[in-house]
Structure formats: structure tokens, C-alpha cells
């Protein structure tokens, strides 16, 4: 479980965390749970695509210090997430072009702080995570954010190709970071509305994300390693677009 979160601990104590409008990061449950309660918090859960983990009870009475934890633990994110269409719709209100930024699957959570903070101080009006297999927003990823977690407005989806379709509808222009394309960088016209996605520290963007996207765009490398780290890398896409529109 991730260190300094929120934690909350029973059956009922989750079911009524998440029916409060609680932001939950990840729910533990112990293996082989049976009975109505746990019947009743499986459906939320699968109604709701709340993260989840199977656990031996061993773990579960590690994290609550042996108290009564009933086969369930949770951690509720000290940051709320914002809705996608009326963030888009307050950002298009705005006189200069919007800028998203999306993470497909960003795992690292000193990484994903790390980006944060780079978005705040390059103006991105919005990050986008999926719910399911990215880094969660918790206090490790706060803290590297340098504060800059809770001035950034982030969206957390289902599904990022919810996220794509919803912000080309709104004609915001798709651009991928790949290696897998001859573009550079520093031909993509960036001054138009715009959503730069960034992929895993592992596979990069997601093919069926490349099928989607209007542009993709690589950065020159020229030593022998075959890769930046994706923060670093963020930084590089992110501070080109500030380029180009403070021209």
C-alpha cells in the first residue's frame, strides 16, 4: 500500500467512503472474502473501476496494525480529481490554447511528481491518468511534485481513449512522444490547441493510443543511449510548446 496515504479500514467503513464521493486510490481486499457486505462493496467496485488488489490476510493485518479490518483496507488520495468535459470546457473559455497532458500508464510515482511539477511551471491546463496500472497520486508523488500537485487540475478516467475521443471532439490536437516515428519534435506546430501524451517508463505509448493520434514526434538523441527518462522527457515536449507560443 502506498506510504502516507489515507487509510480506512472495513467493510462498511468502504462502502461508505466511496458512496460519500471519497476519491479512492486503491482497495485492498483478502483473498477468498465471502458474505452479503462484501458482495455489495464488489459491485461498487466494479461499477465505479476502483482499483483493486487481492491480498492474504497477512498483508491486511500488517497495514492495520492487526485491528478489526474485516478483509479490506483502502487508501483515499489527499488530492481531488477533476472532471475531464468541465475541465476541457473551463480551459476552451480561457484566450490562450488549451494544453493537456495525458500519462499512459505512467507507473513511477517520483516520476509522475516530477511531471507534475513541470507542468505547473510550463502552464498544462490539465494531466490526465487512467484509473487502472498508473502511479498513484500519493504523498511520495506530492512531495516531488514540489506543492505543485495541488495547483494543477488532474483527471483521472475509466478508459484514456474516453480522453482522446472527448478532446478531439473539442478539436484539441493528439500528439504522441514516440520513438516509433520519423517526426521531430521541432516540426510539430504546437501553438494550436494541443494534448502531448507521454507513455510508460517500460513500453511507451500504448499502440492502439498511436492509432488515435493526430501527430507523433520523437526528440533527437544523439549519444548511444537509446532513451530519456520519461520526466525528462516531458520537460523536453512541454518547454518546446512554451517555446513556440512565446514566440
Known amino acids: 500500500m502506498e506510504n502516507n496515504s489515507s487509510k480506512i479500514f472495513g467493510l462498511r467503513a468502504v462502502i461508505e467512503a466511496i458512496n460519500s464521493g471519497a476519491t479512492i486510490q486503491k482497495i485492498y481486499l483478502q ?19 476502483i482499483a483493486t488488489s487481492y491480498v492474504p490476510i497477512e498483508k491486511l493485518n500488517h497495514l492495520s496494525k492487526n485491528s478489526n479490518h474485516q ?27 488549451p494544453l493537456f497532458l ?40 506530492i512531495k516531488t511534485s514540489a506543492g505543485a500537485a495541488f495547483k494543477v487540475p488532474i483527471c ?47 513500453r511507451g505509448v500504448n499502440p492502439s493510443i498511436l492509432k488515435m493520434v493526430d501527430d507523433k514526434a520523437k526528440l533527437p538523441l544523439l549519444g548511444d543511449i537509446e532513451s530519456l527518462n520519461v520526466s525528462v522527457a516531458c520537460g523536453a515536449f512541454l518547454y518546446e510548446v512554451v517555446r513556440q507560443r512565446l514566440k
Open 156 to 202: 483521472r478516467v475509466n478508459h484514456l481513449k474516453d480522453a482522446l475521443f472527448l478532446l478531439q471532439a473539442h478539436d484539441i490536437k493528439l500528439v504522441a512522444a514516440t520513438e516509433k516515428t520519423t517526426e521531430n519534435i521541432y516540426d510539430i506546430n504546437f501553438k494550436n490547441p494541443t494534448a502531448i501524451i507521454m507513455g510508460s517508463e517500460n
Open 102 to 141: 495525458l500519462l499512459d500508464q505512467l507507473t513511477d510515482v517520483r516520476n509522475f511528481g516530477a511531471i507534475i511539477r513541470t507542468s505547473e511551471c510550463t502552464g498544462v491546463d490539465g494531466i490526465i491518468i487512467q484509473s487502472h496500472g498508473s502511479a498513484p497520486l500519493n504523498a511520495d508523488a
Open 31 to 49: 483473498k477468498d472474502l465471502k458474505g452479503n457486505l462484501f458482495s455489495e462493496l464488489n459491485a461498487i467496485i466494479k461499477e465505479k473501476s
Open 71 to 97: 478483509g479490506v483496507a483502502a487508501t483515499i488520495s489527499p488530492i481531488d480529481f477533476y472532471d475531464l468535459e468541465k475541465l476541457i470546457e473551463d480551459v476552451l473559455d480561457k484566450d490562450t490554447p
